[in-house]
């Protein structure tokens, strides 16, 4: 029963992944930038 359960939830994981793999790439890409800006800002206020 668990071997069976679990295999069936990785194909299914899997094939989300790969369905939704752009758009999430799309999501980090942005959270990565604002981090970054956020990092620039904190030190040009130190800065200055």
């Keep these: 029963m668990t071997k069976t ?3 069936t939830t990785t ?8 369905r939704s793999w ?10 990565t930038r604002e981090k970054e800006r956020e990092r620039e ?3 040009e206020r130190e800065s200055e």
């Excluded at 194909?11 to 790969?18: A, P």
């Design 5 to 7: 359960t679990t295999t």
């Design 11 to 18: 194909t299914t994981t899997t094939m989300m992944t790969n």
């Design 22 to 31: 752009l758009t999430l790439e799309r999501v980090t890409r942005r959270r």
């Design 41 to 43: 800002r904190k030190r």
